[in-house]
Structure formats: structure tokens, C-alpha cells
């Protein structure tokens, strides 16, 4: 495959709507391509921009009333001059409709996100750089022998590092990363062709918490507390199947 083949397929790609052997295609052009791959970096921060709830807004009902007045004063005169100008009048709604939504966009955009949203995306963001930049692991090894020692004297905790091969999750490897501006430890995971990042940090004195699950950009995310630990495991892999993993990492950390 080549740039031309590649660009048309990259929305797809990211909106992960490629059957696997056009996927596996396209990875494999744009694992070598840098072009593509600052293409394929671009669409996701987009994607992951708009996928912002905090990007939707309802107009104010000021708004509603003009812009709804606006495209009744088009269809009124759209009307008055007859069948010929019918397109006029859809063409004064479009342009309402685009006022509308840029007004808006503006109104919303100084505004700022919640912690925990900002937390869900880096945590997304730390996942996308994992599996985009060829940095999935610092230490690559499916031993939890080796992967946990790995840590040691690197993080001001010691992160519980578990095989669940058994389960039907093998373990990849480790990685340093950092969440909220603290180095934080991922432990990464696999699930057929689905890479699972565990993202592990320190929360002293912070009491147990269930798994709560959610959905970021498309990514699939759950989080929950234990052992004065904060867990964040991130993937593609379907909701009900990332929960099970979360599940099982839970009952193993003591
Ligand atoms: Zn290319």
C-alpha cells in the first residue's frame, strides 16, 4: 500500500470502521510512513477533540429564536418570489445553520473540563502515543519476574505486576509513563489483536472504589481504586470484555 492507497482509508481507520485485513494493511504502511502516521496522530486529537462532551451545548433560547426566525423570513420571501428561488431558501437555512453551530463553538470553547474528564483523556492520549510512536514497552517480556523488579527504584510505589496469560490476557510487558504530570507505571496487556495499557499510580490514603467504565474517543476505559493504588485500563477491546480484565486484576491486587 502506498500514501495514495493509505489516506483514503485513515477516517475509516480511526473511526475503526476498516474490516482486519485492510487494517492490518494500513498499520503496516503507516508504521513505516511518517507522513501518514502525523496524519493518523492529527485525526485522533481531532476525534478525541470533538468527542469532548463538554464540546455540546445548548444554544440559548435567545438564539433558537432568532436563528428560527431567520430561516422563517427566508422561506417567507423563498415564497414570495416563487419556485424558481426554492434553493435561495435552503441556502438561508444552511447559513443560519452554520451561525448557529459557530456561535456556539465559540460560546463553549473558553470553557474548561472536569478532572476526571481531563484524567479519561489523558488517559486515552497516553494509550494512542503508546501504540503510535513504537514506545508500547520499556521492558518487553511476558515474565512478571521480570516486568515487576523492572519498576524498581524508578517509581516511589510498587506496582503489582500479574501474568493473566490463564485468563486469556498474556502480559506484553511494562512501560514508564506519566499521568497528571507524575510518573506513573502501564503494564501492558493483550486480548486477541487488542493491546490493554494499565495504567497504575499512587493514591495515598484514598479508600477502594468499584470499576467504573466509560467511553472516550471510541476507546473503552475503567477505573477504580485499590490498595491506595489508582487503576486505568484503556483499550479498544469491547466494554464487556475490558471490564472482566479490570475485574481480574482487581481480585489479584491485595
Ligand atoms: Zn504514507
Same mark, same amino acid.
Given at each position: 500500500m502506498n500514501c495514495e492507497a493509505a489516506r483514503p482509508l485513515l477516517h475509516a481507520y480511526v473511526d475503526g470502521e #476498516?474490516?482486519?485485513v485492510k487494517s492490518l494493511e494500513?498499520?503496516?504502511?503507516v508504521s513505516s510512513c511518517?507522513?501518514?502516521t502525523h496524519e493518523q496522530t492529527s485525526l485522533r486529537? #481531532?476525534?478525541t477533540a470533538f468527542a469532548n462532551s463538554t464540546l455540546y451545548h445548548d444554544a440559548p433560547a435567545q438564539l433558537r429564536r432568532r436563528v428560527r426566525t431567520a430561516v422563517r423570513d427566508a422561506r417567507r420571501a423563498e415564497a414570495g418570489r416563487g419556485i424558481t428561488f426554492l434553493h435561495l431558501g435552503w441556502a438561508g437555512a444552511a447559513a443560519a445553520a452554520v451561525l448557529l453551530i459557530s456561535l456556539t463553538v465559540r460560546a463553549v470553547l473558553p470553557f474548561g473540563s472536569a478532572?476526571?474528564?481531563l484524567m479519561a483523556r489523558e488517559v486515552v492520549d497516553d494509550h494512542l502515543r503508546s501504540l503510535t510512536q513504537n514506545h508500547l514497552t520499556d521492558v518487553l517480556s511476558t515474565n512478571q519476574h521480570t516486568v515487576k523488579p523492572w519498576f524498581d527504584g524508578k517509581l516511589s510505589f510498587a506496582p503489582p505486576v500479574k501474568d493473566f496469560a490463564a485468563e486469556g490476557f498474556p502480559l506484553v510487558g511494562g512501560r514508564l509513563d506519566y499521568l497528571d504530570n507524575r510518573p506513573a507505571a502501564?503494564?501492558?496487556?493483550?486480548?486477541r489483536q487488542h493491546i490493554i495499557n494499565l495504567f497504575i499510580s499512587p493514591a495515598p490514603h484514598a479508600n477502594d472504589s468499584a470499576p467504573l467504565s466509560q467511553v472516550r474517543a471510541g476507546y473503552n476505559i475503567v477505573e477504580w481504586t485499590r490498595s491506595e493504588m489508582r487503576f486505568w485500563a484503556v483499550s479498544s477491546l469491547n466494554a464487556g470484555e475490558l471490564s472482566h480484565f479490570a475485574q481480574i486484576v482487581r481480585n489479584e491486587t491485595s
Open positions: #476498516l474490516d482486519l494500513l498499520e503496516a504502511h511518517p507522513a501518514c486529537a #481531532l476525534r478532572p476526571g474528564d502501564a503494564i501492558v496487556y493483550r486480548r
